[in-house]
């Protein structure tokens, strides 16, 4: 998986006060797996 750069994206809502509930390797997985599945959807149209 290397270095996830997503994670800090997803890190906080709007807020840095506003912390996730990111306490486990499955929400960090699931995260990046996202991440992934929805640049692979919507890059190719923005890149268009």
């Given at each position: 998986?290397?270095?996830?750069?997503?994670?800090?994206?997803?890190k906080f809502v709007?807020?840095?006060?506003?912390c996730l509930p990111?306490n486990s390797f499955?929400?960090?997985?699931?995260?990046?797996?996202?991440?992934?599945?929805?640049?692979?959807?919507?890059?190719?149209?923005?890149?268009?």
């Open positions: 998986m290397g270095y996830f750069h997503g994670y800090k994206a997803y709007r807020e840095e006060n506003n990111i499955n929400k960090i997985f699931w995260i990046y797996n996202f991440d992934i599945s929805l640049k692979a959807l919507l890059y190719p149209e923005i890149m268009r």
